[in-house]
């Protein structure tokens, strides 16, 4: 990193200790900002980068709620809005035991840059809880809900703050909330959040948007060398939102997607993942990998080492952060690896990047890769602003000229900065200046 970039980035270390999921963010939109700092010194003058790794904002809160057996639990919320200088903070809430501020600070900050990408007007924030949907029954999950929602519905707007769903949040977790805020406000701001049931407000395409928008940016990466997933044998980690919907996707275009995961393990499938099993397995049941390996004949589930181990032609992986490291990727390598997407966020660490990078593999990171959803959620707000709805193909058909939009401008940005081919440094630049321009044109606030 240049002299000026590793000074700022020590002081935001320094300002923000104990966050290693932060300063991992930080740090890697920070590696590909040199060029832009030498074409335009004013950012450093304006101390636009101290400035944006500053949140506006951070709200964190307690969330009390009792079980089914009347006890009193305790959790912690969080809302961090991180930068508004280009819309209305705009991204997901997390429930998950390991969130805590570096998680969501790490989160917020990529979203900045991945909203700019999208090209539609919104800016960036992240929430959540360090509360465990997992093995809760919907009456504690709506209970924590309501009580989440009840502090945080004085700091949202469809003006200020629209949060979505994100790891552990879905279509129930955003209906307890929806009804909660307009119980309080006594107001019907469908614009509020988005991810919404396709009943009250909701958009088509909206549930499928990020994992379809992943392998639409993939596809675009794979046409860049003549090559499709028509024929080809992928992996896709995780069986969440994300990745049953990439999976779903990548079927419809000829691939075939040999394993998938949770973190009870993986599971190995030669005839292709079932992905309507999956969906009844995981969205239906809330079940465990194991169990579609129980229902399905020929699957099976891994029996040592990791997902990234099975020789693949494109691997998207759609879990979690940091779930990818360098040695997995050596093996993804030498097992002939063509293309990676990330689907999750973060989800491949900085060594895996080096590697996936210096083999010349294509590599698609999170922030553009995936920022499908948050397009959607923002067809999703122009639709309730416009008391209006879609039709399925259509709206798919916006996500799809936005991913080629995303990829096109991630390409030409790499090429413009002498860098071809690499859509790290031309997502991180191109989300970057757009908001450092809007930041500039705001002047000190
Ligand atoms: P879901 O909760 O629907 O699914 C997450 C999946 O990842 C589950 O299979 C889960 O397994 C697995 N997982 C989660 N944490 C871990 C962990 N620590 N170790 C191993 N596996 C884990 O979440 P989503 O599909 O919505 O999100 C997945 C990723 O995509 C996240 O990084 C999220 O930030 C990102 N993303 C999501 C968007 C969206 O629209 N939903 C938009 C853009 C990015 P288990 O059930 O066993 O916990």
Redesign the pocket.
Known sequence: MEQSLETIFETVVARNPGEAEFHQAVREVFESLAPVLKKNRSYLDDKILERICEPERQIIFRVPWTNDKGEVQVNRGFRVEFNSALGPYKG?L?F?P?VYLGIIKF?GFEQIFKNSLTGMPIGGGKGGSDFDP?GKSDAEVMRFCQSFMTELYRHLGEYTDVP???????GREIGYMFGQYKRITNRYESGVLT?KGLDWGGSLVRTE??GYGTVAFASEMLATRGESFDGKRVTV???????IYAMEKIHQLGGTVVAC????GYVVDEQGIDVDLLKQV?EVERG??GDYVARRSGAELGKSGSIWDIPVDVALP????N?LNGEQAATLIKNGVKAVAE?????TTPEGVHAFQGAGVLFAP?KAA??G??ATSALEMQQNAGRDSWSFEYTEERLTGIMRNIHEMCASTADEYGAPGDYVMGANITGFVKVANAMQAFGLV
């Open positions: 997901g997390r998950h390991s989160l997992r979505a769903g994100d790891i552990g949040v879905g991810g948007a990020t980690s995780g069986a969440g939102n994300v990745a995961s949770d973190s009870s995981k465990r990998i759609c879990a979690t952060q779930e689907g999750a966020n973060m989800p999170g995936n920022a959803g948050v």
